[in-house]
């Protein structure tokens, strides 16, 4: 069952003025911030800062990877009001021991200083991703060219990251937002309401390649994920534990292939 959701999503950017090197007015466009409080069946949860595009699948999508919920089908209402700047998530069972599983916080190096509940990372070695999956290098780059052409926020105002999730070469969603991890977050509480599976896609994103970013990218079952930007040393071992694809400095014909070279398959004539 789809839950009743407010679609209460905000401009992404506002106009205002500035002054260039030669003293003229400039109308000029910036990305939106605004503070968004989450409360899970009446309790506060955290306060996220946020473009405010989509913020129920922000929602849905942070709650799923933060692991305190575990079916969109528990989820039956997220309401956003942005006078309040507060969103009230109504779930059917609630959480009996959240203070408990919220109570040990990691701040992440996510843009924005984002943070992650409890300790995912013990149980990153019991997630499984598709060992039959494979990306040919010139879905890589047709999936590369996607994103070069896709008119975005950041082209007109700067100041955001972008996520996307690829089928082959089929954009399927692309999500922009003042942190890195809520754009990833967006696209989760997106695939959730959607009922998309992560077996068969890519996960591209502007930023680097962090812990937080792996984790997620395999809690949403992603076996492939790549970013323009470079990684971590946690990033990368993860990703090795986790069994990612991961390939990050992708621009043009350029790429570097960090883990799972097992299922990257590259054309002919780079391989010889």
Not at 104 to 113: D, E, I, K, L, S
Not at 137 to 154: F, Q, S, W
């Amino acid at each position: 069952m789809r839950p009743v959701l407010s679609n209460a999503g905000r401009p992404a950017t506002i106009e205002i003025t500035a002054i260039d090197q030669d003293g003229a007015t400039v109308p000029t466009a910036i990305a939106g911030e605004n503070p968004l409080t989450i409360y899970l069946d009446n309790r506060e949860l955290v306060t996220l800062m946020t473009l405010g595009q989509s913020p129920e699948a922000l929602v849905i999508g942070y709650l799923r990877n933060q692991r305190l919920v575990g079916r969109i089908d528990d989820i039956l209402a997220v309401q956003v009001d942005w006078e309040t700047g507060a969103c009230a998530v109504r779930t059917a069972c609630p959480i009996e021991d959240i203070a408990a599983r919220t109570a040990h916080r990691t701040v992440t190096t996510g843009c924005g200083q984002g943070t992650v509940f409890g300790d995912l990372m013990a149980d990153i070695d019991k997630l499984r991703l598709p060992a039959a999956a494979r990306l040919d290098e010139a879905t890589l780059y047709g999936m590369l060219d996607v994103v070069r052409k896709h008119e975005t926020i950041y082209k007109a105002a700067g100041a955001v990251h972008g996520c996307a999730l690829f089928c082959g070469t089929e954009l399927l969603y692309f999500v922009e937002d003042v942190g890195r991890h809520n754009a990833v977050d967006a696209i989760a509480g997106q695939m959730w309401l959607d009922g998309v599976a992560g077996d068969d896609k890519i996960f591209y994103t502007t930023g680097r390649l962090t812990s937080e970013m792996v984790i997620k990218a395999a809690q949403m079952g992603i076996p492939f994920l790549v970013s323009r930007s470079g990684l971590t040393q946690m990033g990368y071992d993860i990703a090795r534990r986790a069994g990612i694809t991961m390939i990050g400095r992708s621009q043009g014909r350029r790429y570097l292939l960090f883990t799972g070279a097992e299922r990257f398959q590259r054309a002919a004539a780079s391989a010889s």
